[in-house]
């Protein structure tokens, strides 16, 4: 077992994240169960990379924001900033207030990470979670281009929670974006010291 990931699910209360982590982790997802407002919860996850490697992810799900507005909520998440790898951000493409709601939410996280300076920066996903809308509709393909292009974050679209590989990859490549080996770096070789002999 590899390193254990750490991934924060926010959005906007009431969007379906819970919903979503049910049905990803257990395959358990009804649409007739009634689910409660989330205070936190965790989920943990097997990952099988490819190299046959398995990483243990921990999903961590918080209690949605009210509005765009609720401070409170984003200061009652601060303290799990510190210690997850990448966010998922939940919303939908036809409830502006839960776009509002991930703005604010990834303004306040790079501010809490340029504030403590000591971490890299984190890796985003968004989601649009939009089971009960149509499809088809061209001006949430536009909504989700200009998200994705502000929050410089790839989006992924949910349509139904029935398609359960297309709901694992936004939490793959988030996986994979936290795990990639950084190959920006150099070596240094030192020049091998030479002995003579003077006879």
Known sequence: MGKTLKILVCGKKSIGKT????????????????????????????????????????LYDTKGMENSRDSETINQMRYLFPLVDGIVLVFASNDPDSIHCIEKLKTEIEKFNRERRTREPFHFVLIDYTAMVPPTEPSRETVRSDLQSKLKAQCYEIISLEKRDALCKPFIELAQLITQINTKGTISIKKPKVFSSKQ
């Open 19 to 58: 919903a979503l982590l049910e049905q990803l982790v257990y395959n358990n997802y009804n649409i007739n169960q009634k689910y409660f407002p989330t205070i936190e919860d965790i989920y943990v996850a097997c990952w099988e990379k490819d190299k046959g490697v398995k990483e243990k992810i921990r």
